[in-house]
């Protein structure tokens, strides 16, 4: 244990990215762009049950982290697309190992869950 003391002290890398990713819906917003470049109006229909406004918000937040750019184009109506930069890129490899882990182990978490409510 050693190894890891002081790895979540508030000035961290680890600590930032946990804080990141334990958004609600930073990981499904990094995954709904994991294919290539979206609109905003499709990102809401592919990942479901997000508004626009916390969308907005979500992206917003991880422009400002360098994981998502956002390109307007000149056009007649205006088109916004967003897209992983190189850096998000990097973070879908881990998203989907997490997702793995909570398909093997979802249901196992749920028993726990439902254990300890009885035992309350």
Same mark, same amino acid.
């Given at each position: 244990m050693s190894g890891t003391r002081g790895?979540? !002290?508030a000035d961290c890398p680890a600590r930032l990215a946990v804080e990141l990713i334990a958004d609600k819906w930073t990981v499904v917003v990094l995954a709904g762009l994991s294919k290539g470049p979206v609109r905003h109006g499709d990102l809401v229909e592919l990942i479901g049950g997000i508004s626009r406004? #916390? !969308?907005?918000?979500?992206?917003? =937040?991880l422009e400002a982290h360098g994981l998502v750019r956002r390109q307007a184009y $000149?056009? $007649?109506?205006? =088109? #916004?697309e967003y897209e992983l930069t190189? !850096?998000? $890129?990097?973070l879908i490899e881990p998203i989907h190992t997490l997702t793995e882990w909570a398909r093997a182990n979802g249901d196992a #978490? !749920?028993?726990a869950l439902d254990s300890a409510a009885k035992n309350e």
């Open positions: 790895i979540f !002290l406004k #916390v !969308l907005t918000q979500t992206l917003r =937040r $000149a056009e $007649a109506p205006p =088109r #916004v190189p !850096l998000g $890129a990097t #978490v !749920l028993d």
